[in-house]
């Protein structure tokens, strides 16, 4: 059959055509297959073996990564959660600085092995550039547990390498969590103690202008003694007003009453002694006589005569009268002077009472037009000294904090370091896998290249599918 090169139609395959078309190209694609796989081959064996190193790291959640402000006393920030803090942890792990630290530390040479070479710059970079490519970190959500491997082609390196990374690694954290304001707290707190001095001398000033010792205390006793003078002015007050009172009742009792009362009085009883004598010469008489004598008779009406005239009143009387001084006028009258006394007194503390009420009064009145300068300046005192108090306390924390950073008391604990790997790990077999895929899937696309490529008719059925006419015959190719 001729070729069918000289029409503008591409040949049209189903299939088997592809599938026998393939056949035909076996050689090619054998040949193709078997130098793609043998050259892999090489490659892959030149491959050493691996060796990965491991360690475990905890990170819980610490005070560095709790909110705490500078100034002020409030009240911290809430803590992260775990993952977070072990996001954190891992990025530090990670990060340029201790891979850094690591090469300054191990040198490039221990960390490359025979394949350093160039100069010191260059094996610098080199051994980054292993480190970057060999540590592997992994984290699990919600594990407070770093996984952390190196990788190189000798065990005892991957295990060197990776404990100088976490210790590299604790001591960066360390020094990036340290608390650095220290001295800035100590310059602070200077200031403000330089401030409260001169506060202080403010103050001092104040109280002095204005005869204070005490602030407080004098506005607190002036307040007490003017409750103590009150009451006293109104005891004072109700003694004066009842000490009146008394006086004006013995002024007007001394009017009533006399100032001089007879003392003694001597009665004339010269009647009853004449009866009594009379009576005795009756009885002397009737020794003599009889009852009915007249001598007997005559005394009797004598006797009958003196009792008439001491029973008329006449025969008793004042005989003589002496007089004196009143004793009640005389104690109403001591009683009233010293009452008057009493009152002149009371009069004179009572003004005396009003004078202090008067002074404590002034003086209070001027303790309330200094009170909000007082208030101002005792203010400004008492929030310098709070605020002294608080940068000591943040100073000493901070150094006690520092100190217990450095010495490794922290949130980070090392719970597994690396060892030196038995067993290593070849990826021979699988790139070998891949190589053969790979020269697999070149010869078939070498094959297929070849077969949408030709522009003739390979068989009686394309050409009947392409020109979509039947072939009646097919005679074979003239040799040339």
Do not use: H
Not at 31 to 42: K, P, Q, R
Not at 170 to 176: C, D, I, S, W
Not at 193 to 211: G, I, K, P, T, V
Not at 265 to 294: F, G, K, M, T
């Amino acid at each position: 059959m001729r070729s069918a090169a000289t029409y503008s139609a591409r040949p049209r395959y189903d299939l088997a055509d592809i599938v026998g078309l393939l056949i035909r190209q076996i050689g090619v694609m054998l040949l193709v297959f078997l130098v793609i796989v043998a050259l892999g081959t090489v490659a892959v064996m030149t491959l050493k073996k691996t060796y990965t190193a491991e360690a475990r790291i905890f990170a819980g959640v610490g005070q560095e990564y709790v909110y705490q402000p500078r100034v002020g006393l409030t009240e911290r920030g809430q803590a992260p959660d775990a993952d977070a803090v072990t996001q954190s942890e891992a990025a530090i792990l990670d990060s340029q600085e201790v891979k850094q630290q690591v090469v300054r530390t191990l040198g490039p040479a221990a960390i490359l092995g025979d394949k350093a070479s160039g100069s010191r710059a260059a094996q610098e970079a080199q051994a980054m550039k292993a480190l970057a490519g060999g540590l592997k970190i992994g984290v699990s959500p919600g594990s407070p547990v770093i996984a952390v491997g190196y990788e190189s082609g000798n065990a005892q390196r991957s295990a060197t390498v990776l404990n100088a990374i976490v210790d590299a690694y604790l001591a960066y954290r360390r020094e990036l969590f340290t608390d650095r304001s220290t001295d800035a707290n100590l310059a602070q707190q200077q200031a403000f103690e330089d401030d409260l001095a001169r506060a202080d001398a403010e103050y001092q000033a104040f109280l002095r202008s204005n005869d204070i010792g005490d602030f407080a205390a004098a506005k607190a006793g002036y307040a007490t003694s003017y409750q103590t003078v009150y009451a006293d002015r109104l005891s004072t007050q109700a003694q004066l007003n009842q000490t009146d009172q008394r006086l004006r009742t013995l002024e007007a009792q001394l009017a009533q009453t006399p100032p001089e009362i007879a003392l003694q009085q001597d009665l004339n009883v010269s009647a009853q002694d004449q009866i009594l004598q009379a009576r005795n010469e009756r009885e002397a008489l009737l020794a003599r006589y009889l009852p009915d004598s007249q001598p007997v008779r005559d005394i009797e009406a004598r006797i009958a005569q003196l009792e008439n005239y001491v029973a008329s009143g006449g025969g008793v009387g004042v005989r003589e009268v002496r007089t004196g001084p009143n004793p009640i006028w005389t104690e109403l009258e001591t009683t009233r002077i010293n009452l008057q006394a009493d009152r002149d007194s009371l009069q004179a503390r009572l003004a005396t009472l009003d004078r202090q009420l008067e002074q404590i009064k002034a003086r209070q009145s001027d303790l309330i037009q200094v009170e909000s300068q007082n208030a101002t300046l005792a203010s400004e005192r008492e929030v310098l000294s709070a605020n002294i108090r608080e940068f000591q306390q943040r100073t000493s924390q901070s150094r006690a904090d520092s100190a217990l950073v450095q010495a490794g008391a922290d949130n980070v604990t090392v719970i597994e370091r690396a060892v030196a790997p038995t067993t290593g790990k070849s990826l021979k077999l699988p790139l070998l896998a891949l190589v053969i895929l790979f020269a697999g899937f070149t010869a078939l696309c070498v094959g297929l290249v070849r077969i949408f490529s030709r522009r003739d008719f390979a068989t009686a059925e394309v050409v009947g599918r392409t020109l979509d006419m039947p072939v009646l015959a097919v005679a074979p190719m003239k040799a040339r």
